[in-house]
C-alpha cells in the first residue's frame, strides 16, 4: 500500500499517519470479509478538487480515447460528487486507487470507516472478471463502446449492491487499533 499527498491540508500529516497505522489491517478484514485479495493499491490524499481528477484520469486511462466533450461533461458530473465525497476508489493498470477527501475526514473515527470502506471497494474490482466489466462499463459511460440499456442498468444495480457491502464493512472499523 502506497500513502501520498497530492494536495495539502493542515491535517494531512495526522491523516497520513492514522492510515499507515491502519491501512493494512482493514485491507485484510475487507478481504476476509468479502471473501478476496486487496490488490496493489495507492491512497492519495488531496481535496475534492483531487478526488474529480485523480479518480477521472484513471478512468480514462483505462476507457481508452475520449472525446473531449463527454471527458468536460463527465469532469462537471464528477466535480460536483467528488465537493460531497469523503473519498473515491478506481480501478487503474496497476491496481487500485483511493482517492481520500482530507477535509472531509479530519474525524480520525469517519477517517477509519472511510478507509475500510474504500479499500473494500478495491477487493470487489479486484475479483475475477470485474475489472473487463468495469472497463466496458467505463466505455459505454464515455460513449466509446455502445451497450444495451439492460447491460447498464445491471451494471449499476452491481454497483449498489457493491455499496451496501461496503458500507457494512464500515462496521468492522471498531476493530482497528485506537477506533
Known amino acids: ?11 494531512a500529516c495526522r491523516i497520513e499517519q492514522r492510515i499507515r497505522e491502519i491501512g493494512d489491517q482493514a485491507g485484510r478484514l475487507a478481504a476476509r470479509h468479502l471473501g478476496g485479495q486487496l490488490p496493489q493499491v495507492e491512497i492519495v490524499l488531496t481535496d475534492g478538487n483531487g478526488v474529480t481528477r485523480l479518480t477521472q484520469d484513471a478512468d480514462l486511462s ?3 480515447h475520449t472525446p473531449w466533450r463527454r471527458r468536460a461533461v463527465g469532469r462537471v458530473i464528477d466535480h460536483w460528487h467528488a465537493r460531497h465525497a ?7 493498470n496497476r491496481g487500485a486507487l483511493v482517492a481520500i477527501n ?5 474525524d480520525l473515527r469517519e477517517l477509519d470507516r472511510t478507509v475500510i470502506h474504500e479499500l473494500g471497494h478495491t477487493v470487489q474490482l479486484n475479483q475475477p472478471g470485474a475489472g473487463d466489466q468495469h472497463v466496458a462499463y467505463l466505455r459505454q459511460q464515455y460513449g466509446i463502446t455502445p451497450h444495451s440499456k439492460t447491460d447498464q442498468r445491471e451494471y449499476e444495480r452491481l454497483i449498489d449492491v457493491r ?3 461496503a458500507e457494512a464493512l ?10
Open 1 to 11: 500500500m502506497n500513502i501520498t499527498i497530492d494536495r495539502r491540508s493542515r491535517n
Open 62 to 64: 483505462l476507457a481508452g
Open 163 to 165: 455499496e451496501q457491502q
Open 102 to 106: 482530507a477535509s472531509r475526514n479530519s
Open 86 to 92: 469523503f473519498a473515491a476508489t478506481a480501478l487503474t
Open 170 to 179: 464500515e462496521a468492522l472499523a471498531r476493530q482497528l487499533p485506537n477506533h
